[in-house]
């Protein structure tokens, strides 16, 4: 009996521990499968880059916003100082060509102080500060980057030209019957100078040069565009018409005719379009350099 009785003890003993090796093992511990390797998943799908007329759109619009609360004094100082140089001018200028050379050079200087020095300290601030970074980001196109902010620039000087060109026909008594001509004068003009004042603060490697380059760019327009041709130097002549405004000059100059010629103005206006083209072409491909860098 007590032989028996051992035995089933000591069967007893050898199912206990069996059955706990069953509930104990590797089927029956959850931790084993998650210490396993993670399940691959495909990478997320990209959103579709978006079109260059709705990012246009975009950059126009946020560019035109923040333009208004902060450029309208240094519109102010551009429409003033064009004024100024009108009524300066007009001690020394009495009438014909020169008068309309200085109320036309006068008013396109509105639009080279703000769309190219402005324009250039902008870009060359915002590469200098890491802002071209978050643009690069954004799926948008590098055009519709450049094109946005040259817009807003351009169209934000409109006020101002119109005021000097109205107050230097009447300063000078220039007949404002042919001021529509601004319609075009100021986009193209506008156009060409924005490109070339977002190549310059792009292409500048410093902050300060970038100042430099749009300061001196306006003070060529100044000189350039102001003064009549005819009184100019040969070789201050020929960089003359290398100025991008220069045609916009010409063309708003030649309309305060009695009886404009309409297609030497109509040939101004589209050579102005086409410096406008290659300089916002030049500027792109500026901001592409510049984004990756």
Request: hydrophobic letters at 55%; one cysteine or more; proline letters at 7%.
């Amino acid at each position: 009996m007590r032989v028996g009785v051992g035995r089933e003890h000591c069967q007893v003993r050898s199912i206990v521990p069996t059955e706990s090796a069953k509930v104990t093992g590797p089927e029956a511990r959850p931790s084993a499968v998650r210490t396993g390797p993670p399940a691959r998943t495909a990478p997320a799908a990209l959103a579709p880059r978006a079109g260059l007329l709705p990012s246009l759109a975009a950059v126009y619009r946020a560019q035109l916003s923040r333009a208004r609360v902060a450029r309208i004094p240094l519109l102010f100082v551009a429409t003033f100082q064009s004024v100024g140089i009108m009524v300066l001018m007009r001690g020394v200028v009495d009438g014909g060509a020169e008068a309309r050379a200085v109320v036309a050079g006068s008013s396109v200087l509105v639009v080279a102080f703000v769309a190219l020095n402005l324009l250039a300290q902008y870009f060359g601030r915002l590469r200098a500060g890491g802002g071209l970074d978050h643009y690069a980001t954004l799926p948008v196109p590098p055009a519709a980057v450049v094109l946005g902010a040259a817009g807003a620039y351009a169209s934000f000087t409109v006020p101002g030209t119109i005021v000097t060109a109205v107050a230097g026909s009447a300063l000078f008594g220039l007949p404002m019957t042919h001021l529509w001509v601004l319609v075009a004068v100021i986009p193209l003009s506008g156009a060409a100078l924005s490109g070339l004042g977002a190549a310059l603060g792009l292409l500048a490697p410093r902050q300060e040069l970038a100042t430099l380059l749009g300061q001196l760019g306006m003070s060529a327009a100044l000189l350039l565009g102001v003064l009549p041709a005819e009184r100019l130097p040969g070789p201050v002549g020929w960089a003359r018409d290398l100025l991008p405004s220069t045609y916009g000059v010409e063309a708003l100059a030649r309309s305060f005719d009695a009886h404009p010629d309409w297609a030497v103005v109509a040939l101004d206006l589209a050579v102005c379009a086409a410096v406008g083209v290659l300089s916002l072409a030049v500027a792109t491909w500026a901001y592409r350099r510049a984004a990756v860098r």
